[in-house]
T-cell receptor, first 109, second 114 residues
Framework: EDQVTQSPEALRLQEGESSSLNCSYT??????LFWYRQDPGKGPEFLFT???AGEEKEKERLKATLTKKESFLHITAPKPEDSATYLC??????????FGRGTSLIVHP | DTAVSQTPKYLVTQMGNDKSIKCEQN?????MYWYKQDSKKFLKIMFS???????INETVPNRFSPKSPDKAHLNLHINSLELGDSAVYFC?????????????FGPGTRLTVL
């Protein structure tokens, strides 16, 4: 069974204080690892898909990286508008998407 | 332009009732999903349809019945609602291609069973 564990569960940062969110996974035949952002009362919003170890993707202040066992979402100089829950998900050979429980990020001005 | 829409946004009902949630996507995607997000924000897949055909059914009670009249619509009907069904239900769609599927989510339907 595919598993995804995200840490920390919650993270408080000051504006401009860079940090990283972790997503550890076990999957049979990784087809893709996804990062989503979810704001309160809304559906998850797609950020990145990573397909193979060593791959990196960037979008504004966010950078996602992937190894064979984990992915990191690096947030550089965050702003209050980056506050949200960040979800990690994997899709393996079964094609069934498996989500982690998310990291709730709060960025204080 | 709304990509994935759900109705209603909120649904409050009594135990034992039957209710439906509707989902529509205008992205031209072939695959649609229903997810349940519990009070601890854990998102778990329930069903997936590809071109109106059920392809994923994740040990969901048979009180839950998805119906896909066409590939742009996936509705969820729930019979004999129970307290434990209270959650936020998300519809999503994707277009399989290449290695994997990127999913686009609707805004969610918050179901409260009293």
């Amino acid at each position: 069974e595919d598993q995804v564990t995200q840490s920390p569960e919650a993270l408080r940062l000051q504006e401009g204080e860079s940090s990283s969110l972790n997503c550890s996974y076990t999957v049979s035949g990784l087809r893709g690892l996804f990062w989503y952002r979810q704001d309160p009362g809304k559906g998850p919003e797609f950020l990145f898909t990573l397909y193979s170890a060593g791959e990196e993707k960037e979008k504004e202040r966010l950078k996602a990286t992937l190894t064979k066992k984990e992915s990191f979402l690096h947030i550089t100089a965050p702003k209050p508008e980056d506050s949200a829950t960040y979800l990690c998900a994997v899709q393996g050979g079964s094609y069934i998407p498996t989500f982690g429980r998310g990291t709730s990020l709060i960025v204080h001005p | 332009d709304t990509a994935v829409s759900q109705t209603p946004k909120y649904l409050v009902t009594q135990m034992g009732n039957d209710k439906s949630i509707k989902c529509e996507q205008n992205l031209g995607h072939d695959t649609m999903y229903w997810y349940k997000q519990d009070s601890k924000k854990f998102l778990k897949i329930m069903f997936s349809y590809n071109n109106k055909e059920l392809i994923i059914n994740e040990t969901v009670p048979n009180r839950f019945s998805p119906k896909s009249p066409d590939k742009a619509h996936l509705n969820l009907h729930i019979n004999s609602l129970e307290l434990g069904d209270s959650a936020v239900y998300f519809c999503a769609s994707s277009s399989p291609g290449g290695l994997t599927d990127t999913q686009y989510f609707g805004p969610g339907t918050r179901l409260t069973v009293l």
